[in-house]
């Protein structure tokens, strides 16, 4: 079958790409090709190419703003669909709705517009709201489980749903988005009147503190592991004495040890094994087994 081809049936030329190289989609600037990589704009454009490739058994891949991804050199095999097209934003009183392509900034941005409190904590994170709720993202004290209303998602058997928060068994860095294969389509938050000069401050001032203490110069994904249960990765990793520590082009940042940059065009290789040298000291030194928060994908 010509993918493209059948892809074209559902989208515009310019939002098929072919062999593109992953690296321009993840913040870590590390991927290689992906077959195929499609930029939806509706949501029924998205349902589309999802339908058209369960029903040809061709694999695909959601992402979002590719803040939380490490993609392996090869690449990734069918057809990655980036949600980043779908970016609409709407405010009713204090219920924002937005769909899943829309970045955590442009709707924390909606939400100070509208002097709505809650959201504070997410201005910075780096993501969609599609990949917030599929990873539970949380800052400075706050989750998007806090401020989660309703969700619309797409299910592995081609049906829309309607969840509400309690369906999504929020956890540390989880939603069961994950286990279930959902497509977050558009999320409903419900947030709280305030004063916009209050909100605006706390947004600077934990945006301040990301530019104090993370590696922001540097392509990364975030912190690469979660937060032990009594401890605090970047510690543990600082204290095994491994910041600065290199693998290739891959580096411990020296500014925050719970983050890897990519110092010099660094594979992923290199951070593979760079994690792996950090799980195996950190264990060896203190018992304590670190686990990924960011995701792996691609051949
Ligand atoms: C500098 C930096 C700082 C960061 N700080 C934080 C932080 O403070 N707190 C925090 O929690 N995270 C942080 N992150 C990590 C990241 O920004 C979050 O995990 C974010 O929620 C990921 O969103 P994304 O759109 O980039 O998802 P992607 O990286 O594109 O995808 C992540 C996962 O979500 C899935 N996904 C994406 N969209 C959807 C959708 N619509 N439906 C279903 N599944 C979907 C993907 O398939 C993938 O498995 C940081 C990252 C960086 C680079």
Do not use: W
């Amino acid at each position: 079958m010509d993918i493209q081809k059948e892809l074209e049936k559902v989208l515009n030329k310019e939002q098929i790409l072919i062999n593109e190289p992953m690296k321009k989609h993840t913040s870590f600037k590390i991927g290689g090709p992906a077959d195929f990589l499609v930029i939806p704009y509706t949501k029924e454009e998205l349902i589309e190419v999802i339908n058209f490739c369960t029903k040809n058994n061709i694999n695909f891949y959601l992402i979002g703003n590719g803040s939380n991804l490490l993609v392996s050199d090869k690449g990734i095999r069918g057809v990655v669909i980036k949600t980043t097209g779908l970016s609409k934003v709407e405010v009713k009183d204090n219920i924002i709705i937005a769909e899943c392509g829309a970045s955590l900034a442009k709707v924390s941005k909606k939400a100070l517009e509208n002097s709505l409190k809650g959201m504070e904590f997410a201005s910075g994170i780096p993501g969609s709201i599609g990949g917030a709720i599929f990873m539970n993202a949380g800052a400075y004290g706050g989750e998007m489980k806090d401020i989660v209303e309703r969700v619309l998602v797409l299910d592995k058997e081609g049906n829309l749903k309607i969840l509400n928060k309690d369906d999504l068994e929020f956890a540390y860095r989880y939603s069961n988005v994950q286990k279930n294969g959902y497509i977050v389509l558009e999320v409903e938050l419900k947030l709280e009147k305030g004063d916009y000069e209050e909100i605006k401050r706390v947004m600077d001032e934990l945006n301040g503190k990301r530019v104090e203490k993370q590696p922001l110069n540097f392509p990364s994904a975030g912190s690469v592991f979660k937060r032990p249960q009594g401890y605090f990765a970047g510690k543990l990793i600082e204290d095994a004495g491994l910041k600065g520590m290199r693998i290739g082009g891959a580096m411990v940042s020296e500014k925050h040890a719970g983050f890897i940059i990519n110092y010099d065009n660094a594979t992923c290789e290199d951070v593979l094994n760079l994690i792996k040298l950090i799980q195996d000291k950190v264990y060896e030194k203190f018992g304590v087994k670190l686990e990924t928060e960011i995701k792996f994908v691609g051949e």
